[in-house]
């Protein structure tokens, strides 16, 4: 209802102050209340819900749930829920879901005039219950469907903005559109089976089919406030592009001009400023199926660069470029198939034990994300309207754009697992700050490129040790390997002259070989270097052109069985002021229980003054010797100087059931001198000289021995013979318990 509101204010020097504003610091010399009259107004509360459970549906009355909607609650935000509408139960147990099939149509089969509460259902309500899809016009904003059969969409579906609906079924037949704006759609496919009275088994294929032209959309809305535009200052504004998801499909079949769309809309205000919503939140398509027919499309545009996500599981083979092998068995993903629908990061995976997943042969990955640009004339459009009329994709400038990442995955389960290869003259490159990461089971082999420049590169082997030993396995990079996260440097366009530079640092490459092996060829190459470039920088005296220069990035080589790092490891300084690189190298991980007993020898690492020559005496594919192999790590310290590293961390240890008895050790080699700019850290139970000669380790920090937050071994040893390591740096930190050599 309408009333007064009283807001009291200060003064100060003749100026007016809100007492929310008002600080302690300044003297006011003056005090005013002001009265001022609120209109009343409706303000909407959620609706409820309706739930029906029932082995035979028929409804021939009338369904409401609508909300009021007040004058401030147009954003989605403030927007009351319509009401829930549900058929069906999800059971506690088992896979009842005790309603039959459900079809949405226009105008559903009502009973005979002369039925009544003892008169006997037809046998066809028992099959499949029609519901009229006017009745969601009646408020419902939320839908929800569990069936034992197969689910039929043959008039279209629309909630209110901020919506969800969901079908859990055994199959379902997309004939008509579903709307959900900003919202959320969900079409599950269950394994159901449900007997009624012992009559009838309701099943279904497990396909789901969009039918060719039909439209799933959980986009945001268009709302245009301009004054004088049909509907200014009444829609509802709900930006944000929402979720649909698809899960568990046999089949799933995009029919040809069918488009799957969260898309993020936008709100024209009244003063004519374009809001975009949200940029924190995420928009996402997920699908999962056996085998995919798409003729349609995926989109996920927006006017902003917020998030935008494709997920993508199947249990078929996936191969990214090359020709296509036309095969159910194979998920083939043509090269611009990362350019399109707006996506700023797609994830691909395979989920069959056995499955691979391959990028061809010279196959050339750009993940770029597409955004929404306004048409012209798109002031006038008025809300509603379809977002393809008010703007269009196009592919902003690198420094306007948010770079897009990929995931690529193999099972990497705990008892299902499977293979990822990038072949020779592949490449996957990302803009500048994005991601690549790929993961495999079993093994992950690389004689491709990858590069984000100044962004980050996973590669990793999963699955647990309660997975079989495999001689065998590996993660393995070939000569021809290319892995390539060095910084970047870019320029902006400026109407002065000037030049407004930008500088990404070096990036970070992480590989970890899991539970197998890690070989790098010689001739491969892990860069994460810095880089250096001009920009103009206003002073005191006026602009000054400076260069930039950004600091070498993260290098992390990790592996359990053993590491054979023998390609070019780079980490260079951009320019003088930067910092070279760090470079993480471990032999490390766990023991493990019976049955599936891994080999537990002592883990060797060995620093020596130059790379190791081994992999050429090894077979990719092949199984690796346990002896002389197992359990060795090699890193050369001429590969840790040309890489301009300032900082480095070797770790040999496995976390072992007898701490106190562990042989795990670093070696350095006699001869050996190794100068670091900022820090060397050895962690080992054993720090060992080996050779002729004595050790020089320089560095303005070295640690040695055992990580406090550590707890794999307890007591470290320095082993030296009748040679000398001599450490020489500012700080040294001598961690747990030493002996045997610590006077040296």
């Known amino acids: 209802q309408s009333g007064e509101i009283k807001t009291s204010k200060l003064t100060y020097q003749g100026k007016v102050f809100d007492i929310s504003v008002a600080t302690p610091d300044r003297p006011y010399d003056g005090h005013i209340e002001i009265t001022r009259k609120e209109q009343g107004y409706v303000e909407g509360k959620n609706a409820g819900s309706v739930t029906v459970e029932a082995r035979a549906l028929a409804l021939d009355g009338y369904l409401k749930g609508s909300t009021e909607l007040g004058p401030y609650q147009r954003e989605l935000a403030k927007r009351p829920l319509g009401a829930l509408l549900q058929i069906g139960a ?268 391959v990028v061809a042969a010279n196959a050339t990955i750009l993940p770029r994300a597409l955004n929404y640009e306004p048409r012209a004339g798109y002031g006038a459009i008025p809300s509603g309207a379809a977002l393809s009329s008010v703007a269009q994709p196009v592919l902003l400038p690198e420094y306007q754009r948010r770079a897009a990442s990929i995931d690529l995955a193999a099972p990497a389960g705990s008892s299902t697992i499977g293979s990822l290869f990038v072949q020779a003259g592949a490449t996957i490159q990302t803009d500048p700050g994005g991601s690549i990461a790929l993961t495999a089971g079993d093994d992950l082999w690389m004689d491709g490129s990858l590069i984000a420049p100044g962004g980050s590169i996973k590669l990793k ?17 070939g000569a021809g390997a290319r892995i390539l996260a060095q910084g970047y440097y870019r320029t902006r366009p400026t109407n002065n002259g000037l030049i407004a530079g930008e500088l990404f640092e070096g990036g970070s490459i992480d590989i970890s070989a899991g539970r197998g092996y890690l070989v790098l060829e010689q001739g491969s190459v892990l860069d994460v270097s810095g880089v250096a470039g001009p920009t103009d920088l206003l002073t005191a005296t006026g602009y000054q052109r400076v260069m930039l220069a950004g600091a070498g990035g993260l290098l992390s080589l990790a592996a359990r069985e053993g590491l054979l790092a023998e390609g070019d490891l780079l980490a260079t ?18 023991e493990t229980p019976a049955p599936n007993i891994y080999p537990t020898n002592d883990r060797r690492f060995v620093l020596a003054k130059a790379r190791s020559n081994l992999a050429p005496l090894l077979t990719r594919g092949a199984s690796i010797p346990l002896a002389g192999y197992n359990g060795l790590g090699w890193l050369g310290a001429d590969q840790v100087v040309k890489g301009g590293f300032d900082r480095l961390s070797l770790t040999a240890a496995l976390a072992r059931t007898s701490k106190t008895t562990s042989k795990d050790r670093i070696e350095l080699e006699g001869g050996l001198n190794l100068s670091l700019a900022a820090a060397l850290s050895l962690q080992a139970p054993i720090i060992a000289l080996t050779g002729v000669g004595d050790a020089v380790l320089k560095s303005a920090y070295i640690n040695l021995g055992r990580r406090p937050e550590s707890n794999i071994f307890d007591t470290s040893y320095l082993v030296r013979g009748s040679n000398r390591i001599d450490f020489f740096a500012d700080w040294i930190d001598l961690n747990g318990s030493f002996g045997g050599g610590i006077g040296v």
């Open 90 to 357: 999800l059971p506690a147990s088992g896979n009842d879901f005790i309603a039959p099939g459900v079809k949405f149509v226009n105008g559903a089969a009502v009973l005979a005039p002369d039925f009544i509460e003892t008169s006997t259902l037809p046998a066809k309500f028992a099959q499949q219950f029609e519901l009229d899809a006017k009745f969601l016009n009646q408020g419902f904003s939320r839908l929800l469907v569990y069936s034992n059969g197969r689910i039929d969409v043959d008039a279209p579906l629309a909630v209110a903005p901020g919506g969800s609906v969901e079908f859990h079924g055994n199959q379902m037949q997309i004939a008509k559109g579903i709307t959900a704006p900003a919202g959320s759609i969900t079409l599950k496919i269950e394994g159901t089976a449900a007997s009624t009275g012992g009559n009838l088994v309701l099943s279904g294929d497990g396909s789901i089919n969009i039918a060719p032209g039909v439209t799933v959309s959980a986009a945001g809305l268009w709302t245009n406030d301009t004054p004088g535009v049909p509907g200014a200052l009444t829609a509802p504004i709900a930006q944000d592009g929402g979720q649909v998801a698809i899960e568990g499909a046999s089949l799933l079949t995009i029919g040809a001009g069918a488009v799957i769309d969260v898309s993020s809309g936008a709100w024209r205000t009244a003063d004519r400023k374009l809001i975009t919503g949200d940029v924190s939140k995420t928009a996402s398509i997920s699908l999962g199926f056996s085998e995919l027919k798409r003729e349609g499309e995926l989109r996920a545009y927006a006017f902003d660069n917020r998030k935008r996500e494709l997920s993508m599981k199947t249990s078929q083979d996936v191969q990214i470029g090359g020709a296509n092998p036309n095969s159910s068995s194979v998920l083939w993903l043509p090269e611009n198939f990362f350019q399109n629908g707006g996506f700023t990061q797609y994830k691909v995976s395979s989920t069959a034990a056995g499955s691979q997943v």
């Open 573 to 590: 300084a951009g320019g003088a002021g930067a910092a070279g690189g760090e470079l993480r190298v471990a032999l490390n991980g766990s």
């Open 461 to 477: 082997i999963g699955g647990g040790l309660d997975l079989p030993f495999d001689d065998a396995q590996s993660l393995w990079l």
